[in-house]
């Protein structure tokens, strides 16, 4: 049954269209909430927009009622889904609302600790995801958003034990996409790689402002002291993760793209208020999102600690 919910809760939630590629996000997010204090939300939002597409001008009530049955199989069938993976008593609520699903999901990306959203086939996000909709989504958005290709499953990866991979780029934001990358490492039980790359290095600035040379000290090898600096606290938080870091002179997506070839799960910031308004000016994240065949986690300049 669908229910009314108060976005104030933490809230995980997950765009469900009735497709291949949302029942997958069903599936990881599922697996995600595993063991936090949140409760996960299937939304199939636009269902107004689904009626007024297939019927005829002034849609009789045949039209409508099917459309809303359709939705409401999708809902049902996601909910499935997530209590096989968690269990018949959780607490996994269904939401089955008429508006525009980029307003829709706006109301709930303000406050939810995550938005995880499918996508079609690698190189494609679904259509929550592209286009106005998540165009719209995405540069208000204040909570991470998880995009899961329609391939991806745990166990398609080398296995179970895979790493994740995070990026960081001497941003405001690292503190936080380090957050949510070191607690997904730990409650997955895998390594975590950390990875800066850079395709210049002027002396005096970047990351030498933050590192202080010394006499003998290479400019070229700042980075690589920077990054071990910003790691060593967070592993010293999580001594359960084992961490590597390294910084290299590459293209950004490319270096990102080469370590998480084996990996099965990348982590990245966006440098504004939204979680994906930069990736598509940007052509580091948005190259990761379009090319990689595991599931991708955006984290905003605001974005909060997760639960």
Request: include cysteine; glycine fraction near 8%.
């Amino acid at each position: 049954m669908t229910t009314a919910i108060d976005h104030r809760k933490n809230l995980t939630v997950v765009g469900v269209d009735g497709s291949v590629s949302a029942r997958n996000a069903v599936r990881w997010a599922a697996t995600d909430v595993v063991g936090r204090d949140t409760t996960l939300v299937l939304v199939y939002a636009g269902v107004d927009q689904d009626i007024t597409r297939t019927g005829a001008p002034g849609a009789n009530s045949g039209t409508a009622s099917g459309a809303r049955a359709r939705a409401q199989s999708a809902l049902a069938a996601a909910r499935v889904i997530a209590l096989s993976i968690l269990g018949d008593d959780a607490d996994v609520k269904t939401v089955l609302d008429p508006g525009p699903p980029h307003e829709v999901l706006n109301g709930y990306a303000d406050t939810a600790r995550m938005l995880v959203l499918g996508s079609r086939r690698k190189g494609t996000v679904a259509r929550a995801v592209l286009g106005s909709v998540s165009t719209d989504v995405a540069t208000h958005a204040r909570c991470p958003i998880a995009v899961v290709p329609q391939t991806f499953t745990r166990t398609a990866t080398e296995s179970e034990t895979a790493p994740a991979v995070v990026g960081v780029d001497c941003s405001p934001n690292d503190d936080a996409v380090l957050d949510l990358a070191f607690d997904q490492a730990s409650r997955l039980g895998v390594p975590l790689r950390a990875v800066h790359a850079y395709e210049s290095l002027q002396p005096r600035t970047g990351f030498t402002r933050h590192i202080d040379l010394g006499p003998r000290m290479r400019v070229d090898s700042a980075p690589q002291r920077w990054i071990d600096h910003l790691i060593a606290s967070w592993s010293e938080k999580y001594p359960d993760v084992e961490v590597t870091a390294h910084a290299t002179q590459d293209r950004p997506s490319h270096a990102l793209l080469e370590d998480a070839s084996h990996a099965q799960l990348i982590v990245l910031g966006a440098r504004s208020r939204g979680a994906i308004s930069p990736l598509f000016g940007g052509s580091t994240s948005r190259a990761v999102l379009h090319r990689a065949d595991i599931p991708v986690v955006i984290v905003p300049a605001c974005g909060e600690k997760l639960q």
